[in-house]
């Protein structure tokens, strides 16, 4: 079977080649960032600077695993399926990934595994088994895009429901802006993704600048600079296909659905979009695992009973 890959471009007309961050009304913005969200007293959630990257990959696998909770608690998992994983800041050529066959729910920041580009395991849980495909994506992710830290993949409802169109999001709302022209179509389900060249398809389809891929009758996978923005593209990703197939299957000829104009959509994404403000999304869904149960939190629980 040929390789059919679809992305945005492909599939919308009249999208504009340079997006400008002014909308038709006029309404134009400078400057990327939180700060377009936040006002009296600043971003609540800034990224943290680290000069020491060992206690930055302690403070990164901990919030891996507070991905995974909530990943557990939104139900995306499904058996053995399902794997973040996240660049090492130490060696940057490696990255760190979850155990085969635990719980999202159950997950900790101890229980990751740190490999090698070649699939060996060379710290972290290293009784730990690695799922297959989980490798094969990822490490191949990593290698394409330097400036990919993190990415998700799991066999969420909604997402492989909505994957089986093989098709592109519509910007039906203002949250699906979050997606414009940062998303694409990996239209050629190659069987279980267990192959390096099925994990470089993929990696080629995200493209140079993608943040999100709806793999046709698979599921769905986001990136990101940290691994809280890719957990909340995710959970975003996840919920507009809900919302858009509950669209499509409710529209009648009194009930016509409204797409956002394109100027409104990159306006919109230019705004809220960025590494920052989705870092900043994905923080309160992060404290409220963390108020529910701590157990994911291995370093710093270790470190207060020292």
């Given at each position: 079977m040929s390789q059919t890959i679809t992305t945005p471009a492909e599939t919308t007309t009249d999208v504009p080649e340079k997006v400008v961050p002014s909308s038709s009304r006029g309404y134009t913005m400078t400057e990327r960032g939180a700060s377009n969200?936040?006002?009296?007293?600043?971003n609540p959630h800034k990224i943290?600077?680290?000069?020491?990257?060992?206690?930055?990959?302690?403070?990164m696998l901990e919030h891996m695993a507070g991905a995974f909770r909530v990943f557990g608690r939104k139900d995306f998992a499904e058996g053995t399926a399902g794997h973040i994983s996240v660049r090492d800041p130490v060696d940057p050529k490696?990255?760190?990934?979850?155990?085969?066959?635990?719980?999202?729910?159950?997950v900790t920041a101890a229980d990751m595994i740190h490999i090698d580009e070649n699939g060996n395991i060379i710290?972290?849980?290293t009784s730990g088994t690695i799922n297959a495909a989980g490798f094969a994506i990822h490490s191949a992710l990593h290698k394409a895009r330097p400036n990919i830290n993190a990415a998700c993949h799991t066999h969420s409802v909604w997402g492989r429901a909505f994957s089986c169109y093989g098709k592109p999001l519509e910007m039906l709302n203002q949250d699906s802006c979050y997606f414009y022209k940062?998303?694409?179509?990996?239209?050629?389900?190659?069987?279980?993704?267990?192959?390096?060249?099925?994990?470089e398809r993929i990696a080629k389809c995200v493209g140079e600048n993608g943040r999100a891929l709806i793999l046709q009758n698979h599921g769905l996978l986001t990136v990101g600079e940290t691994v809280d923005e890719a957990a909340y593209l995710f959970t975003l990703l996840e919920r507009t296909c809900k919302i858009q197939m509950m669209v499509n299957a409710s529209e009648n000829n009194f009930?016509?659905?409204q797409l956002i104009g394109e100027d409104e959509a990159a306006y919109t994404n230019f705004i809220s979009a960025d590494p920052e403000s989705m870092y900043m999304a994905f923080q309160p869904e992060y404290?409220?695992?963390?108020?529910r149960d701590r157990s994911f939190l291995s370093?710093?629980?270790q470190s207060s009973k020292a």
């Open positions: 969200m936040s006002m009296g007293n600043g943290p600077k680290f000069d020491d990257p060992y206690k930055k990959r302690e403070w490696t990255f760190w990934i979850n155990p085969l066959g635990i719980h999202f729910s159950m710290g972290g849980n940062s998303h694409a179509v990996y239209a050629d389900f190659g069987g279980t993704a267990v192959e390096k060249e099925e994990g009930y016509k659905k404290n409220l695992e963390k108020f370093y710093t629980n």
